[in-house]
C-alpha cells in the first residue's frame, strides 16, 4: 500500500502539462535551404505537415496557421535571422486569437524559449515539449505514466536554471534559503534527483515483474513477433488481421499505442504465436524520449523476430524508414533479430499495382487482407529458422506413452487415429533439444519431416 501511495504521489498531475483548455496555435517551421542540417529525404512543407498532424492529434488544440520561415542555423538564440524573426513576429502579433506557437525544432534552450515569448507574448512549445504532451494524454498504464514523467525530468531541470536566473535578476540578494546553507538551485535540484530516483525504481520493478512474465511465457514456448514502425503505419490494423482481436481498435492518429501489448494469432501450421505491439517512430524524437521509452522497448530484443511496418503511400516513407532502422540500432538488438526482419509495405490497396522495389518485401493490405497469407508463411519461415523448431508427423503407438509425451513437450497440430492397428498420425511442432529427448525415448518411432 505503501508503495501505491508513492506511486500515486509520482504520477500525479504534471506541472509541464500546457492545460486541459483550447489551444489555438501558430505552427512555425524553419526551413534549413543548405548545409549538414538539411535531410534530404524530405521538404519544409512535409515536415511542417508533419507538425500539424502532431497538433491536430491533441483534443481542443486548434492550428490557426503554418508558417514556413527559412534559416541558416536554427540553433541560434533567436532560430531565424533578423530580417526573417521581424516578419515572423509581426505575422504573431497579428493573430489576436493564438494562444501558443509551436516551434517545429527537436529542442529549444530554456533561454531561447524565454527570449521568444517575451517577443511573442504566447507560450512556445517545441516538438519535445508536443510529443511529451501528446505520450501525456495517451499514457493508459502505470508503466507507461512513469516514462511519461521520467521524460519531463530534463526539461524540468531547465526550466528551474531559468526561473534560478530570473530570481537572480529581480532580487540580486541573498541566494540561500533560510540560513539552510543551501541555495535554492541546489535543494529544487536535489528534490528533482530524488523524484527521478523513485521513477527509475518503480520503473525498475515493473520491469522485473515484465521479465518474470518473459520467463513464463518462454516456458510455454510461444514465440513472439515484435511490430514496429513508424507511428501510425497501420501496425495495431495488421495485428488486428493476423489475429482476428476484435477487441483492438486501431485509431488513425500518432502516437496511439505507448504500451507494449501482446496479442495471441496462429500461423498456417497452427502454430500459436505472441504478436507485441510498440510504440511507433517519429524523425527527431529527442534521445531523452526514447530513452525514458527503454524499458517498453527492451521487450522487443527478447523477441524471435521483428516485422517492420511501413506505410507505403506516405511522401516520407524512405525517411520513415531510416528513422526506423536507426532507432532499432540504437537499441543494441542482437544481430539476428535485425538481419532477419520481415519488411512489410502496407497499405497498397491506395496505390494501382504496386510492386515492391526492395527485393525481400512484401506487400500487404492490412484492413482489406491483401498479402496476409503469405506474409504468415514468411513469419513462420522465419519463425521456424530463429527458434529451431521443426513441423514433423511422427507414427506412434497408442497404447504407449508418446502421445501424452507429446501433448506435453510440443505443440500438437494433428490427430489421425488408425483404429484398425492401434497407432496414429500426429503432426507436431516441435523444438530441436524435445525432439532429440524424444528419438532417445522414442527410437523406434517412424518420422516423416513437413
Known sequence: EEDEAALEELLGPSPLAPGTGAQRV????????????????????????????????????????????????????????????????????????VTAVFLNVERISSLTKKELEAAWGVQVLDRYTVVLHIFRC?????????????????????????????????????RYI?????????TQNRVLKEREL????????????RALLRTQRRKCEFPVVSVMGYTNCGKTTLIKALTGEAGLQPRDQLFATLDITAHAGYLPSHMAVIYVDTIGF?????????????????????????????????????LQKAT??????????????????????????LIERYKPAEENALAISALHGHGLEELKQEIEKKILMATGKKILTVNINLEGPQLSWLYKEAAVQEVEVMPEDGTARVKVIIGSSAFGRYRNLFPNSKIFMS
Open 324 to 349: 526506423v532502422l536507426s532507432v532499432l540500432r540504437n537499441l543494441n538488438l542482437p544481430s539476428h533479430l535485425l538481419d532477419s526482419m520481415v519488411e512489410v509495405h502496407n497499405k497498397v490497396d
Open 198 to 209: 523513485k521513477i527509475r525504481n518503480a520503473l525498475e520493478k515493473l520491469r522485473r515483474k
Open 178 to 186: 533560510m540560513g539552510s546553507g543551501e541555495t535554492f538551485l541546489e
Open 138 to 174: 495517451n499514457a493508459r498504464t502505470k508503466e507507461a505514466k512513469l516514462q511519461v514523467a521520467l521524460a519531463e525530468i530534463p526539461l524540468l531541470r531547465s526550466n528551474l536554471k531559468n526561473e534560478v536566473s530570473q530570481r537572480d535578476q529581480q532580487r540580486g540578494g541573498s
Open 26 to 97: 501558430a505552427v512555425v517551421h524553419p526551413a534549413v535551404k543548405w548545409g549538414p542540417k538539411k535531410s534530404p529525404l524530405t521538404t519544409a512543407e512535409l515536415q511542417i505537415a508533419e507538425a500539424v498532424a502532431l497538433v491536430d492529434t491533441l483534443q481542443n488544440w486548434t492550428v490557426l496557421d503554418k508558417i514556413i520561415i527559412p534559416t541558416k542555423n536554427p540553433n541560434k538564440k533567436f532560430v531565424f535571422g533578423k530580417g526573417n524573426f521581424q516578419v515572423l513576429t509581426e505575422k504573431i502579433k497579428k493573430m489576436p486569437h
Open 282 to 318: 517519429l524523425t527527431d524524437l529527442p534521445h531523452n524520449l526514447v530513452e525514458s521509452f527503454s524499458a517498453t522497448l527492451e521487450e522487443v530484443a527478447y523477441s524471435d523476430l521483428i516485422v517492420h511496418v511501413r506505410d507505403i503511400t506516405h511522401p516520407e516513407t524512405t
